[in-house]
């Protein structure tokens, strides 16, 4: 213990005195703290615009409810309480929302949020006319990337690893104070691993610190989040520990051993990640092309036609057993249940075009992460998106829970209009609402398997340079 | 001193053709070239071949779309797909981060669907592997661990000591160094663009750019002045640093600087500074306007109410039944110019937006060659915001064409109230000539991109100033 202390002693009083060591940690720190305020800045946006989504659907849907006890003397009135209790012109015009909230800790990884959209408008009106939207965004931005805390973590922190670690053996030897050591009769290997667990604690310590005032700035702590992220980070910061214990092992000459943990460096970060995206492009190439076409605003090719309506109508209606009697109806609203029998018709039509388009999606994703394993930077980038909720899967549930909320908002129009009902003002109170239905099994299982991975890398690493360091010869 | 400089230029490359990291270093560079060119040229290929055919598919559906009125065919409005242009294979540039179809119908001008980047995953956000790529970040990097001990070591082993004392300058010395690492830059260089400008020649029969030649030299010449500063800077650092360690630690630290951390930094900083609205947001503010006027004269309802008072004043009829044309076409056609007009004014507000944004990190490359190689690249290869938005334009002002079209058709040939009764039919579809996309010339893409070219032309200044004086030889 005495030791250890008076190591730690030598290299607190080294780092004090190395004025390019304290400017290279409080760069990262002031890095870190911008990148929560970016990160937390961005959240806080999309939180704004948010409320303003939620705001203009209640403040809609007041309108409607408050129209059944007005006079209907006026033409507006009367034209607004004709779209709030009847469904020929409902349906079409009553407008939800479904949103991708953010997660409290979402600031400080922002994942995906800022290239799919988190939130949709949707209507009884074609699913695929109103699904493949965008948000705005700078394509220049994108291409940057965001300056979250994660990037801090993930790319930066490894630097710092890299620069108060490569020189521990080799700068000793070519200082010349190796022989001195080795008269000592501690090992060469405890020694360095005292000094490496310095700045461990000193960096992993930075790593937390930056994460807390991240919780902290947070709306709301969630203990699990909390620990799972901390846990990621020290995995993560363990790897490259052990990765430069490796380097060190090797006992190379200083220069040698930090172009080594720079082309480390480069390859886990830039070029094997690079590498696998064009190779993802190249084997799992994706057509959106066809999709493009769905999108489109159709209607039917005589609308003026009552026997093409009657037909699309039937059409529609062989597949709902559950509105019989509808058949009999059809007389009444026949161009609103022809237009809402086709837009649902299309939508099946299209159905499973969309959904292949989503399985080509889903296996590329697939496909790339099993590489993840190997890479223990995008390992970490993962398991921290999965863990705050923007990842690329979360964008995916969220499809999906549109698609079924889409259906609920149909049923709930379509089934009055077919069976000539009125919306009442107590059909207010159970009017279709978003649930998004994420696979948390499926989520905590991706996040455990990553850590498992990174450990795994990060042990094999630690006993490998355990053996090599007294085996090496500098 | 010519014959110096080629002496120690020749000493320079035999000892670096013995080291045999460096000729892994270099096979590697090579390699992962060779592999970003290949995989982009497949990415092209079949890109290419997807958005031929659903161009043709999509104009075979516009023309056999049947009789119907025009209005309605406006409606049904057809889809453009942006093409990759030829050079994409070298340089992606935002092309994963740009919207790739737009579906063009009457009342609403829509926005881009479907970005790359969201079928990738997490992983899109480390960045792919493009020719580019390794010839902005990766290839400095080799030449910082060649060259970082260059004066070094001499240093340290005195034989700097020696060759001045043989009446050979610094200036000599320095030259012939740069002139080595240069030699290497030219050997990866050349047959890189050589090859390139082939495969464009070879590939252009139905490319979108027609100046492929003068981008693919522009494209050498910036690279040539980027690697060739990044070159004089590490020898001279080099040079100026006690130990190699030191020197090694300078450049590496420059490297990640530059290359990683100030070209994220400036761009979010430009997003925090200007920030965006919501998509929501800006159309709420397009919606309103068109509904109630970019100024109070202008509510809808006033429009069309001073519209028909034009129309039958013009005409010198009480009613709408009696002018010779269906004034509904009329009033559509007004409606769509007015929304051309708030779109219009929108779009642009929005641009100058992103505009900003881009030019703190464009002013970045000051102090970041990295910046400016990459935007420079990237807009000689069309990939680039600008390309982008020429082609938003184009497509935009092809709407225009065939909404208008449909409108005017309907004007004239139909009768004012009567919509079931008029049919147009294939004639009126082919009017519409096929979307074809050209990019603007090079020419025209340069007057953006001032900046850029000058922070690279003065970091090449730089360092021609910073090659020592044959007068001086104090740096041992």
Known sequence: MKLILLLWQREGISIIRNTFQIIMLSTVFLLGMYAIYYGHSKITEQQKTIKNVEQIEKEEFEHYKKSFYRDHTSVKEKQLFDIASKPAYAWYRHGYHAILNPHSLAHMSLGQRDIEPYYYKLTGMSLYYQLFQIELANPLKLYAGNFDLSFVLIYLFPLLIIAFTYGLYAEEKENGMLPLLRLQTIGLRKILLIRMAFYYVLIVGLGILLSSIGFLVSSELDVLSIFLWISAILCYLSFWFALMFLLISLKKNSSLTAISAASLWLLFLIVLPAILNVYANLVYSIDNTSLAEITRRKGLENEDDVNESKAVIFEYLQNRNDLKGADSLIEINIMAKAYAAFTALNDNHHRKEVSDYFDQIRLRQKRISAFRWANPAVNTQGILNEIVETDSEIFQSFYQSIESFHKDITSFYFDKLFLNKEITSKDYETLPKFNLKIDSQDRNQKIRNGFIEIMVATFLLFGLSWILFNKTTF | ?476
């Open chain 2, 1 to 476: 001193m010519k014959r110096q400089v080629f002496l120690i230029s020749g000493k320079e490359l035999k000892g670096l053709a013995r080291q045999n990291s460096l000729k892994i270093l270099f096979t590697i560079i090579m390699v992962l070239l060779g592999f970003a060119l290949y995989a982009g040229h497949i990415a092209y290929k079949q890109q290419k071949i997807m958005v031929e055919t659903a161009q043709k598919e999509r104009r075979a559906e516009w023309l056999d779309q049947g009789d119907k009125h025009p209005h309605i065919a406006a409606h049904y409005g057809t889809y453009v797909f942006k093409p990759k242009t030829l050079l994409s294979l070298f340089d992606f540039g935002l092309d994963t981060y740009t919207g790739t179809s737009v579906y063009l119908e009457a009342h609403y001008p829509h926005e881009f669907m479907f970005r790359p980047a969201q079928g990738y995953g997490n992983m899109i956000r480390f960045g792919e592997l493009s020719a580019a790529l390794v010839l902005q970040l990766l290839l400095p990097l080799l030449i910082i661990f060649i060259t970082f001990q260059t004066f070094t070591k001499e240093k340290e082993t005195g034989t700097l000591k020696l060759l001045v004392s043989q009446g050979v300058s610094i200036r000599s010395i320095y030259l012939g160094k740069v002139l080595a690492y240069s030699i290497i830059v030219f050997t990866i260089m050349v047959p890189f663009f050589t090859g390139l400008y082939i495969v464009g020649t070879i590939e252009n029969t139905s490319s979108v750019i027609t100046d492929m030649g003068v981008r693919v030299l522009l494209l050498f010449l910036v690279y040539i002045g980027y690697l060739w500063a990044f070159t004089n800077f590490s020898v001279w650092i080099s040079l100026k640093s006690s130990s190699a360690r030191n020197a090694l630690l300078t450049l590496l630290i420059f490297w990640i600087v530059t290359g990683i951390i100030i070209p994220k930094t400036s761009a979010n900083l430009g997003e925090t500074l200007y920030p965006l609205p919501s998509m929501k947001i800006y159309k709420e503010a397009i919606q309103n306007d068109i509904a109630n006027g970019m100024n109070p004269n202008e509510t809808k309802e006033k429009r069309m109410a001073r519209l028909k008072e034009d129309y039958l004043q013009q005409y010198g009829v009480d009613s709408l039944n009696q002018l010779p044309l269906n004034f509904e076409g009329i009033q559509m056609q007004e409606g769509e110019e007015y929304t051309n007009k708030v779109y219009d004014f929108h779009d642009a507000a929005l641009y100058k937006k992103f505009e900003l944004q881009n030019r703190a990190g464009s002013l970045m490359g000051f102090v970041a060659p990295y910046i400016a190689v990459r935007n420079l690249s990237m807009a000689f290869a069309a990939t680039d915001w600008y390309s982008f938005n020429d082609f938003q334009e184009k497509t935009n002002n092809y709407r225009r064409h065939l909404i208008r079209s449909m409108n005017n058709d309907m004007a004239k040939n139909s009768r004012y109230g009567e919509f079931y009764e008029y049919k147009a039919g294939r004639n009126l579809w082919e009017t519409i000539s096929d979307f074809k996309y050209l990019t603007p010339k090079v020419t025209m893409i340069f007057k953006y991109y001032g900046m850029e070219l000058a922070s690279l032309s003065l970091w090449v200044l730089i360092m021609f100033i910073l090659i020592p004086s044959s007068s001086k030889n104090k740096f041992i």
